[in-house]
């Protein structure tokens, strides 16, 4: 079965500083990995995801990410943080035969101005 | 497009009352989630089907808990008799094909006390 871990409960970045959230998954075969965000009282939006191909992949609201299979890891970043990305970041990893997911406990982000 | 639309968006209620949750999945969509968020647990996979068909409800806490897919545009969840343990959010999403991207609705937030 696939797991996920988020290392990072929380996270504080200045305005305009880079990010990074870590994510590291188990999975015995080819996982599908997402990035998902949630606002306060809000539902998770897909940030972006990776099937297969190029491992760097480019997702909505200036987010990118990295598959690495060596290290079994898949880390968001984001090069400048804008005070609209503070939220809960939630990683997921799901079966490359069905659709179940299965998320991390989520890295709260905070940014300070 | 319609986003996958949840109802009621809030319920409080009184332990013992019977809860239904209701949702409405993407138009074209065949795989439909139930998903529970708690601070304790997080984001919790509670049942899926796959053509209106339940694959996989080992997520289901216990007996109370039941769900159900009578057509490709509507699903129910159901608590009977409800406890104040369960509240918490719970998000119906869905998705088109095997490991295809999984949409989120903005969630019921039921208050059981």
């Known amino acids: 079965a696939q797991s996920v871990t988020q290392p990072d409960i929380h996270i504080t970045v200045s305005e305009g500083a880079s990010l990074e959230l870590r994510c590291n998954y188990s999975y015995g075969a080819t996982p599908y990995l997402f990035w998902y965000v949630q606002s306060p009282g809000q539902g998770l939006q897909l940030l972006l995801k990776y099937f297969s191909g190029d491992t760097l992949v480019q997702g909505i609201k200036g987010f990118e990410a990295e598959f690495k299979r060596s290290q079994s890891s898949f880390n968001l970043r984001k090069p400048s943080v804008h005070w609209s990305d503070a939220a809960e970041y939630f990683c997921a990893v799901g079966a490359s035969y069905g659709n179940k997911l299965v998320f991390g406990a989520g890295t709260i982000l905070r940014v300070k101005s | 497009d319609a986003g996958v639309i949840q109802s009621p968006r809030h319920e409080v209620t009184e332990m013992g009352q019977e809860v239904t949750l209701r949702c409405k999945p993407i138009?074209?969509?065949?795989?439909l989630f139930w998903y529970r968020q708690t601070m304790m647990r997080g984001l919790e996979l509670l049942i899926y089907?796959?053509?209106?068909?339940?694959?996989?409800d080992s997520g289901m806490p216990e007996d109370r808990f039941s769900a159900k897919m009578p057509n490709a545009s509507f699903s129910t969840l159901k608590i009977q008799p409800s406890e104040p343990r369960d509240s918490a959010v719970y998000f119906c999403?869905?998705?088109?094909?095997?490991?295809?991207?999984?949409?989120f609705g903005e969630g019921s937030w039921l208050t059981v006390v």
């Open positions: 138009s074209g969509h065949n795989s």
């Open positions: 089907f796959n053509n209106n068909v339940p694959i996989d």
């Open positions: 999403a869905s998705s088109r094909d095997s490991g295809n991207t999984i949409y």
